[in-house]
């Protein structure tokens, strides 16, 4: 099915299907053979090649999502990244990393590069000459991800577009917060675009997997490397990230219309110092926010003041889950520094902006006034628990 010429809702609903020429369901079968006919076909298949038929289908819709050619299927996002990485960077290679990333691919540069002999650089803020003063002779690739976790600060797509085209060198944006209902890197000039389906393109936290999507050129360069590390996955997972995906833009719309009310609501409630969503006209990037996304996606983070205790305030709750991950349908709060962060000293968090009473909320599609009521009970036990103790 040709997807350029269809909307968002329709790519998520129809794009990409698995044929059922026999039976002509209303949904895909799940091909959950790992053993292929070899002779006289064109395509010999096989889970770890990734063109399973499940996998080569869905990798259609998510190729259509985020407009580019082709697409890859991972077991989890950081198979994802550090399958996309290595397809790139060889010995002697040079790397611009953005300082705020996600964990886990900080750990994979800053633990495991040196060992491949890949130099890199993580910049010391967001903005464009940050990642240009980065840049040497041997820079191969800028690596962003926008907004980031958990401040949500955002990087200029347009501006990064343009600097990797006159320094010629790759650039590859983990999309996982913005989602393509939100953004569409490649439309900016970013060459390869990066998501852990295990968020926003599950939404139901109950799979692992990770998604590529870029020109088929890169597809290809990506793929001689991935067959080789195997990082794919089953496809009763493909099938499972099929069937989330349809809900993909109704999901993200209904979690990102709470995650703005809330965000104004936090911000005006005196229990709490600062609240972190690139929706507020207080945010820093308010502007870039409006031109490079569509909406200002379902992640917040906001610190308490300091007569409330974040760890007490999340085990007062009772309806928002205090849980890892994010991007569920059901909202949760984390404390990064407990959690994504829990690595850093404290000196380097606070540097970070990332103090102890800082909660990272990922809003899910529940009703407004029950998520408003949560938190609101549990502030007022806090408080009162804060009077007891005071007696
Ligand atoms: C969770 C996450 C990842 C890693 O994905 P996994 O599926 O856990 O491997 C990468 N980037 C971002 C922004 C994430 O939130």
């Known amino acids: 099915m040709k997807s350029s010429k269809f909307g968002l809702n329709t790519i998520c609903t129809h794009v990409g299907e698995t044929p059922d020429e026999q039976f002509k369901g209303a949904t895909s079968p799940i091909y959950l053979s790992t053993s292929y006919e070899f ?17 080569e289908y869905l990798s259609k819709k998510i190729a259509a999502l985020e407009h580019t050619e082709a697409a890859m299927i991972f077991g989890s996002g950081m198979a994802a990244v550090s399958t996309t990485l290595l397809a790139f960077l060889k010995s002697g290679d ?17 633990s495991h590069f040196k060992h491949y002999n890949i130099e890199f650089t993580f910049t010391n803020g967001l903005e464009i000459s940050d990642f240009e003063s980065c840049i040497k002779s041997n820079t191969k690739l800028i690596y962003i991800e926008t907004p980031s976790n958990p401040l949500l600060k955002l990087v200029d797509l347009d501006a ?18 913005a989602t393509p209902v939100n953004q569409n890197p490649v439309d900016y000039g970013i060459d390869i675009v990066i998501h852990s389906a295990t968020k ?3 939404g139901h936290s109950d799979i692992s997997a990770g998604a590529v999507a870029a020109s088929q050129t890169h597809i290809d360069m990506i ?30 719309e209904a979690q990102q219309k709470n995650a703005k009310k809330l965000a104004k609501f936090l911000q005006k409630h005196h229990a709490v110092k600062k609240v972190n969503y690139p929706g507020l006209k207080s945010h820093p990037n308010y502007a870039l926010a409006k031109q490079q996304m569509r909406g200002f996606g379902a992640m917040l983070s906001f610190d308490l003041n300091q007569d409330y205790n974040a760890k007490d305030f999340l085990n007062a709750l009772e309806l928002i889950k205090p849980t890892m991950s994010l991007a569920g349908i059901e909202s949760t709060m984390i404390l990064p520094s407990e959690t994504s962060h829990a690595l850093l000293s404290p000196k380097e968090r606070l540097e970070q902006g990332i103090g102890d009473n800082l909660i990272r909320f990922s809003v899910g599609i529940e009703n407004y006034d029950d998520i408003i009521n949560d938190i609101e009970n549990a502030l007022a036990k806090l408080s009162v628990n804060a009077l007891v103790h005071e007696k």
């Open 223 to 252: 793929w001689d490397i991935a067959k080789d590390l195997g990082g794919s996955l089953s496809d009763f997972t493909v099938w499972m990230l099929e069937r989330s995906l349809k809900t993909l833009g109704l999901r993200v």
């Open 200 to 202: 926003y393109f599950g």
């Open 39 to 55: 002779m006289d076909v064109d395509i010999k298949r096989y889970p770890r090649y990734f063109n399973t038929p499940n996998q």
């Open 160 to 177: 990064i577009g343009k600097l990797s085209k006159a320094y010629n060198v790759l650039t590859v944006i983990d999309n996982t917060f």
């Open 94 to 110: 040079h790397v611009v990393v953005q300082n705020d990333i996600y964990g886990g691919t900080r750990n994979l540069v800053n």
